[in-house]
């Protein structure tokens, strides 16, 4: 009977809060509390920024950001100012077609189609403001209420955000513990009648590594089992804002080889070290068999969400830039450095193949509090929890090359505070 | 019976028709359509573009676009340049906080302080990529499902696009008849307890009237009363694009001065002639009694739409831009050209005070079927069923001054077409 009393009591409790909630913020809830919980990334930003005026900036080693931190190539402002000077400017900044200027997207497409040997077309290319646009924009075109999404845990944060914000439900499905590819078994067990859309990430944020042909040959083959068995498209969607950015022999395949129900989307932010200009494209593949509804579907996404056009001088700059990436050999030589030397301590590491991230383990179960307590040595790590798995930090190397050297005593001691006494 | 027999088939059809829509188009059906149907205005450009294959681009008055015809100040290149060659690129092209660089949103509260005599705060200005993405970020920031938005009409078309992705209703409100301007008692009696914002846009697309500061007043007051009334804020969102294109002696009073609940939408695209470029901003008023509360709202809104930052470049050059616009005297003289001759031909049409539209009664009660006439002369003018309202057209006047004048013949006949044998 008590326990009856108190359950009553807590029903009328809630309903209090909910109603003084409503009535207080008068805005979309939901909306509101994404604008209002900070990122765990850009609070330890903020943190480190605090610290540094504190202790000094050079006792902090900030890897938690993935600003590139080469400069954009020489091209990138020879050829803004070429265009700023020699178009009219009524063109220039004039209006485009929703999804962007006709030469633009035939250089894009050429360029694929040369560099991968593919068979695309301009007509299924859709400039957009960035990967975040290209997610938002390409979910928003596809999923209609309650239709599932998987991803690979880990993964971009956002990812969920962005799908529950298209009325989609986010599936997380794991990876493999050893490898960090996907583990199609699991795969196959989390594919069901409900799912539209399957998210992958090479290189991939936050654990760098690069999903070789197995992999996609893998995923395809389970995928078009499963839309037989089911009787609709299941979109694979390639997030490839770190394609470029491969250190090793080898390459990233290009999906629409090898799924016909494929779409890419890509950004120019991390290749080109422009993150804060938002340029970036989707691709939806020659062999999509509904291309062309997609294609509509996906202008009436950008209409909807308020994406005008892609900023009209920066589609100017795009055929200038194709086949140009930053000094790459700098991220690679910071991977090389911080990698061997995490190792030699000895952490626990996969090896990063491609991005700018290594995943290191945890010396302990709770990466939220192993982040903290490498705070204690100014080593500004991100937590995995926020990538959606328990006990590993990411650590971008998209610093100097001063930073990492320095930062490597700090690693040491951070090791020992958990081994010493083991 | 025989009724019910077929009202029984035809409720089996529309579910088998929904069920083939469905399966063939496996996309979200509202964006594909979206996506799919071409809003007049571009329909008809399209048409003048093949029209002007035909017949010679001398014989076709595209009147159809609001493209700005002026180009950019000279300041806009010179800082484009001068940015470009003495910033370092990191900064310059890197990732920005959400709502934008703190010292761009400074001097835009400065400048605005200053001229208008207010007394706003940087922090609760978000910059975004142009107007549309600050109507969606801020329509989606405020609506909970199913609130109602009051738009007068004539109204920009895509303000229903924007309201029914935010999950709100539009609802729309008349204007009076002889001037254009909002009808108080109309809205007085359409504002209930579901009411959340007013969107006002001036000076006008279509109808290129400014609202004078009694309308301001006659809103405020209506809404101050209703808020009390039904006990929560219902939020004035001026959309603004067109601000300092006001070519009578007159201004367009800043809203925040008038009213607690209001949200300014501002767009540099009309007035600098930027329009692909994408640079705007949402300003949440000072007396906004839940400005902070909104704010985070107005963050979460454009982190899930895909908005990462304006892009950084372009939030460098607002500094330069302010106070700045393109040569509107182009503009006024056009205006006076177009509208004195159309007047003196007989039409009848309302004194436009800004924007660069004119907006003009059709010679016959079916607006679309006299800009069907109308194209019959090469006249491509807009007809108002668009901007939800019967019997008018929309001109564009921002074209050369050659297309208005050379087109003067043609709406000449035009008009003799329906007068002879009146």
Chains 1, 2 share one sequence.
């Not at 890897?63 to 020699?86: D, K, M, Q, R, T």
């Not at 790590?381 to 998209?398: A, D, E, H, L, N």
């Amino acid at each position: 009977m008590n326990i009856l009393i108190i359950f009553f009591f807590i029903i009328i409790y809630d309903k209090i809060i909910d109603k003084r909630l409503g009535e207080m913020i008068m805005v979309n809830k939901k909306m509101y509390e994404l604008g209002a919980q900070k990122s765990k990334i850009r609070e330890l930003f903020e943190y480190g920024e605090k610290l540094k005026q504190q202790i000094g900036s050079e006792n902090v080693f900030d890897f938690s950001i993935g600003n590139p931190s080469v400069p954009c190539p020489n091209v990138v402002s020879e050829a803004l100012i070429n265009i700023v000077s020699n178009t009219n400017p009524t063109l220039l900044h004039g209006y485009t077609i929703a999804s962007g200027l006709v030469f633009v997207r035939k250089q894009i497409a050429d360029y694929l189609n040369k560099t991968y040997d593919l068979n695309e077309s301009y007509e299924y290319i859709y400039l957009t403001a960035g990967a975040a646009a290209a997610l938002t924009i390409s979910l928003n075109a596809i999923l209609c209420e309650d239709d599932e999404v998987i991803v690979f845990a880990p993964f971009f944060p956002e990812y969920k955000v962005f799908v529950e914000k298209a009325q989609g439900k986010l599936v997380i499905c794991p990876t493999k513990k050893d490898t960090f590819l996907p583990d199609i078994n699991m795969l196959d067990k989390m594919v069901n009648e409900k799912t539209k859309v399957v998210i992958i990430n090479s290189p991939n944020n936050p654990t760098g590594v690069v999903y070789h042909q197995e992999t996609i040959i893998n995923i395809a083959n389970l995928l078009k089992e499963k839309e037989k068995k089911y009787q609709h498209p299941i979109f694979l969607l390639s997030d490839e804002p770190y394609r470029e950015l491969i250190y090793s022999n080898t390459s990233y395949p290009f999906i629409t080889k090898y799924y016909d129900n494929a779409i890419v989307n890509y950004s120019f932010s991390k290749s080109l070290s422009l993150p804060g200009e938002r340029i970036g494209y989707i691709l939806i593949g020659a062999n999509c068999k509904e291309k062309d509804i997609i294609f509509k579907a996906v202008n009436g996404a950008g209409r909807a969400l308020g994406f005008v056009c892609e900023s009209s001088m920066f589609q100017y700059l795009i055929p200038y830039c194709l086949g140009h990436t930053s000094n790459i050999n700098i991220y690679k030589e910071n991977r090389d450095i911080l990698y061997n030397a995490l190792k030699d301590i000895g952490y626990q590491l996969i090896y990063p193949e491609g991005a700018f991230y290594l995943f290191m383990k945890a010396l302990e179960d709770d990466d939220e509090h192993f982040s903290n307590v490498a705070k204690k040595y100014g080593l500004l790590i991100v937590p995995s929890t926020s990538f959606g798995m328990k006990g590993y930090v990411r650590i971008s190397y998209c610093v100097s090359k001063d930073t990492i050297i320095n930062s490597l005593k700090s690693f040491k001691k951070l090791y020992e505070h958990y081994k010493v006494g083991d």
